[in-house]
Structures are given as structure tokens and as C-alpha cells.
T-cell receptor, first 113, second 117 residues
Framework: AQSVTQLDSQVPVFEEAPVELRCNYSSSVSVYLFWYVQYPNQGLQLLLKYLSGSTLVKGINGFEAEFNKSQTSFHLRKPSVHISDTAEYFCAVSRVGYSTLTFGKGTMLLVSP | GAVVSQHPSRVICKSGTSVKIECRSLDFQATTMFWYRQFPKQSLMLMATSNEGSKATYEQGVEKDKFLINHASLTLSTLTVTSAHPEDSSFYIC?????????????FGEGSRLTVL
């Protein structure tokens, strides 16, 4: 089975500052990794995904994440955040070839002026 | 990109009634759809996997008779909460996999907020 840990339940940051949202996973098999964003009362939108290849993955809205196999991490970063980035961010993992996702508990990113 | 639509987005019902939530894949065929439940400020919990033309596979602890899932076509899955009670109030989200999409990516609906009075 896979598991995902998002240690930070909430990350406050000022507008235009850089941010890193942490994600660690546990799995005995190869995995795919995902980051999703959820705005209030909405479904999830895919930010980016790692399937294979380059460990640095670029996504939408200026976000990127780096897969680190030795540290079993997939941290999400953005060099300069906007107010509109305020949302809940979920890290998720699935076994290679499977659709079922296991989600972390989410990190609320709060961007203030 | 692929779009998944849920309806209704919000529903309020009285205790004891049944509520049906629809999940449609709008521009692709989804042989498999997934139903999640999300409690306030918590993560998504997979309830069941819905397979077109066959019975749904429920996760441990999810009552099959309470949450009826029907996947009658390649573009529609429904979740019926039967004899709803206040503790069933939650945010229900469906997702679907584009069968031609590598990587297990799921496309999510907008979610349906159920409030049982």
C-alpha cells in the first residue's frame, strides 16, 4: 500500500514570496506522483505529475515539483506566489499503471498582501 | 482537457430521503469512475470504484446499501445516498480516468455538497 504525508496543514506566506509545500510518500513499488489544487467548494485540478524521466516537473500556474527517490519526497515549489494561489493543495500517489490515488491530508496555502 | 461534470453542485434534503448525484465525463469515455468523500478540512477518502456494466467495488467500511453506485454507460455514473442522515452530510467528488491517458491521471468533477437536515 502507498501512503502520503503532508506535514504542513497550513502555510502562510506573503504575496510575491517563494513557497515550498512538502510531500513525502511511502511505497514498496514504483509510483506516479501528483499535486492537485482545490479552490473552495470545487473539485480538484491537476497542477503537475511525475510519471518518469526528468525529476523536475513543471506544471501550471508557475508551479514545479522535484521527485527525490532517495528521500521519497515530491515537494511543490513556486518562486513567487499570488493572492489567487490561496487554496488547498493535495499531494497524491498511485502505483504505476493504476488509477486509484492515495491522497495526503492537504496543505492550505494562505497568501496575504 | 478532459472535463468531468457533477450535478447537482449543492443539495439539501430531509433526513430519511434519498439523493442522487450524477457524474458525467463530457468529452471522453470513462470505463472507470471513482467516488470520493471529503470531510471539512480533510483529505479525500475513496468510497468506491465504479466500473461500466458491472458492480462497483467498495472500500472497506463503506456501506454498499447506503451508497448505491450505478455506472450504466461509458459517460455516466451515479451515486445515490439512500435514507440519508445528517452524518451523511459531506462533499462528494467523482473522478474519471480517460482510458487513453497514460499515468493514471484522474479528472475530477466540481463536487457535490450534500446537507442532510
Amino acid at each position: 500500500a502507498q501512503s502520503v504525508t503532508q506535514l504542513d496543514s497550513q502555510v502562510p506566506v506573503f504575496e510575491e514570496a517563494p513557497v515550498e509545500l512538502r510531500c513525502n510518500y511511502s511505497s514498496s513499488v514504483s509510483v506516479y506522483l501528483f499535486w492537485y489544487v482545490q479552490y473552495p467548494n470545487q473539485g480538484l485540478q491537476l497542477l503537475l505529475k511525475y510519471l518518469s524521466g526528468s525529476t523536475l516537473v513543471k506544471g501550471i500556474n508557475g508551479f514545479e515539483a522535484e521527485f527525490n527517490k532517495s528521500q521519497t519526497s515530491f515537494h511543490l515549489r513556486k518562486p513567487s506566489v499570488h493572492i489567487s494561489d490561496t487554496a488547498e493543495y493535495f499531494c497524491a500517489v498511485s502505483r504505476v499503471g493504476y488509477s486509484t490515488l492515495t491522497f495526503g491530508k492537504g496543505t492550505m496555502l494562505l497568501v496575504s498582501p | 482537457g478532459a472535463v468531468v461534470s457533477q450535478h447537482p453542485s449543492r443539495v439539501i434534503c430531509k433526513s430519511g430521503t434519498s439523493v442522487k448525484i450524477e457524474c458525467r465525463s463530457l468529452d471522453f469515455q470513462a470505463t472507470t469512475m471513482f467516488w470520493y468523500r471529503q470531510f471539512p478540512k480533510q483529505s479525500l477518502m475513496l468510497m468506491a470504484t465504479s466500473n461500466e456494466g458491472s458492480k462497483a467495488t467498495y472500500e472497506q467500511g463503506v456501506e454498499k446499501d447506503k451508497f448505491l453506485i450505478n455506472h450504466a454507460s461509458l459517460t455516466l455514473s451515479t451515486l445515490t445516498v439512500t435514507s440519508a442522515h445528517p452524518e451523511d452530510s459531506s462533499f462528494y467528488i467523482c473522478s474519471a480516468r480517460d482510458h487513453g491517458e497514460e499515468g493514471g491521471e484522474l479528472f475530477f468533477g466540481e463536487g457535490s455538497r450534500l446537507t442532510v437536515l
